[in-house]
């Protein structure tokens, strides 16, 4: 470990969010599964602890569940208007052309055709799929449960073909992202090598300095400019000079290709 | 030589003589008074008497009775001896002729009963009648002598109505005999000779060769002169004077007295007393022929048992005959029941009024054979059931608890006439089984609706595979309680509408809409009732139970016209418009195309997206990991 150093990556805010979100998602998980899987041996597990009510207190904390997360997602569009975090959150969550540019280079570095690792900012292509993903995911989460939830209103408006419509991609939406969570978001945070055994950034709210090298160099980059140009104007060339040799230093290249 | 004239005139002389003494010595005779008609000169006197001991005795004889009667050409001193005219009474020692004095060839007399008897006692003394009349009127002078109760009880003897006499069995005359036990049966065989025949094919001679001494004869039965003729009098005079007597028949076994008594209790024994009627005794065992049941020529032998109890009750022996039981009684089976198995023997009881065949009680009857039985084919559960489970059923409970409108084994299968379910006349054959179940008192408001409904369209259409009443609710351990378990009851109520709408088979072969079970377990509904929640509609809670319809018939719950009013119980919002594609899906792509297409986008989504994940992910980290090595080393 190069520095103890710490670089706030989520604050107490969004730290507080995310665990609502986190908590919300996985009862959810749990309770819209054991209504489809009702024979499977971790439902019938659950049940036996909980005892003949299960399925109605399935359903209920279903619903609950759904609320917070409902509340943290309304809460969490509030945030990114009208809090200055919040604004610069959105703003460096907008996917933009350079991510096209990582994404190609990513899979070319990845699957071997070049050597160098696309360098990425607070929020890379990685992370912008998944936040995007959960966006999109809530919102058809969202308005697939509350037909399904409120189905006497809303059989008049979409017929039984809509609430069969419904309830299928609700199915779905859910066996999707599920899948991405566990694939895509648990990877990065456990066993990606860089943070592993995990990111602490959710329960503590920081990346160390060398996961940031890793992960978000260019961040680190001006995060450390902005801090030199605070202190010391005069030094700035300089402190540039030094990133860059740093960069160059704990640049990533492919030990295959250095062997040739 | 002496001259023939001089012979004949002595002779002559002689006679004369001798004439003359007699004639005067008779003449003396005469003149001493011993004739008849000087004896009755006086007791032609109807008022001449005498006293002896201090009775009064009538000296009176007839002339006319006397010159008519046999003994007319005698003198009245033939008879009385040692006579002296002059004293009165006219001899001391009233001595009487021996009538064999004259009668000397009297045989068999003394080997006679009548050996001491005095002749008179039956020739009468002065009107002595000749034999021809006496033969005549015998048994009217027997019974002037024989007058204890049980001889006279014959003046009124059909034997006296037919003019046979006491000397058609004692012989009479003066060969008069007692009739020994042994003579009976040959006395009474003269002229009844078939049913002596008859009675020597009978257990009683049988026994009575046997060297039995309380084996009846004819008239341990008919009574020796009272000949009895009644039944009922025949049975309580004869059958049960022997057969209840305990010391003769002791124990408690079959034939014991015992045994038969239960016969004063039966419903035979309880009405004949009012009415003669009822069978008795040899109703059932025949009369002069009677034998144990274990003979085959007996009338109570199981062989014989539909004819002997035919006799009355012919009506029943006849539905008995074309029942199960009946047939198998036919063929001689061992296992198969006869009258007696279920109504007993001496202790028949009616089955109205006896506790024996009430409801509850004549379960046990049938079940003591059918106890281990299995009913033929497996219930809806796919369970073997026991005939016996009938102990466990709701009409069982029901019953018990008093509840007379519940039927035993006899509502469903008959009595006399129960058959087997594969006989098409049968109760409970597949196309009476509603009409049984719904007969009047009992189901009738299922009946009603089941018979409008489609699976009844079916068996009316003779399909094996339709259901019936007892294909959905079972036979004997039917029970459809109102069972607290709301979840239990809904989810064997799916397995059970399953069994015959999921069987591929079964589909395929009546064109049944597919896959309703798996649809139905996908759904909401399905996966809630899976899942432990009773409050969720299953298939009744749509389609109804006794008269379910096909959607296509407008009276139908899941008509489209009334599928509002059906979801409606649920779920408020429902409305005709509303259904716009199939409730049971089991062909997304033909009968809901956009969760077709939904389907089909999101697997594309999942696989596609996932898939990238994670070879992103497998790559990201090969890579990762071989980097952290070069930097390590
Ligand atoms: C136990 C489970 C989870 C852990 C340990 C966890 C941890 C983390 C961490 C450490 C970060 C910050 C990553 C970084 O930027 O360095 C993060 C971000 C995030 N997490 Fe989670 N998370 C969990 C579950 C979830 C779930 C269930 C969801 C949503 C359904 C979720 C949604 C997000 C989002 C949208 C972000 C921001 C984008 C990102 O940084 O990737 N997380 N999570
Ligand atoms: C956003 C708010 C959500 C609402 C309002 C909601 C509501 C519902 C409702 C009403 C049902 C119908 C069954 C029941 O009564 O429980 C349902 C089913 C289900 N939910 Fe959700 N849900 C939400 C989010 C989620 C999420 C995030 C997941 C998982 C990732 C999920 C997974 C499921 C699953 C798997 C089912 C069973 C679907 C089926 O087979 O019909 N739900 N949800």
Redo the contacts with the bound molecule.
Sequence with gaps: MKTEDKYL??SANERVQ?FL??SS??VLVITGFALKFPESFWVKGIAAVIGQNTFEARGIVHRIASVVLVMVSLYHVYYLFFTVRGKQLFKDFLPNRQDVTDFMNSMKYLIGKSDTKPLFGR?SYI?KM??WA?VWGTFIMGITGVILWFENFFLKYVTNTGMDISSAIHYYEAIL?SLA?VVW??Y??FLNPDVYP?????LKGY?TREQMEH?HPLELETSEKQNTDNIKENLSEKAKDETETKNIAVSETDPDINKQ | MIPLRRNIVVIFAISFLISLILIIADRNILSSSKDTETCLSCHEDKDLTMEKNGKKISLFVSPEHYKSSVHAGAECVDCHLNYNPDEIPHSKKNELAGCNSCHDNLKGIEKSVHNKVNCYECHSKHDVKPVRLIRENQTQSCLNCHKNKNIRKFSTSIHAKKNVGCDDCHKGGHQTAKISKNEVNEVCGKCHNKNKMAFKNSIHHTVMQGGNKNAPVCTDCHGSHDILTSKVSIESEGCLNCHLNEKLFPGEEKGSAKFVAQYKTSIHGLLRKGDSEAAGCVDCHGDHMVQTPDNPASATAKARLLETCGKCHKETVEKFKKSKHGTEYLKNSDKAPSCVTCHGEHDIKSTLLSDEFSKVNIVEKCLKCHEDGKIPHKNYQGEEELISGYRNSVHYEALKKGNLDAPTCSECHGAHEMENADNPESKISKKNVAQTCGQSNCHQDQKRDYLESVHQKGISEDNKDAPTCNSCHGNHSIVTKKSDDKLAKSKNLIKLCSNCHSSVELVERNDLPTKVSETYNESFHGLATRGGYAEVANCESCHGNHSIKPSSDTSSTINKKNLPKTCGKCHEGAAEVLFTSKIHVSDTQKDSPWVFVVTRLYMILIFGIIGFMVLHNVLDWKKKKKIKKVNED
Aim: glycine letters at 0%.
């Design positions: 990556r989520m995310h979100l986190l998602f996985i929020f992370e998944e936040y959960v992202a969570i978001h648990f990065f945070i995990m990111n602490k950034a959710w990346l992960e």
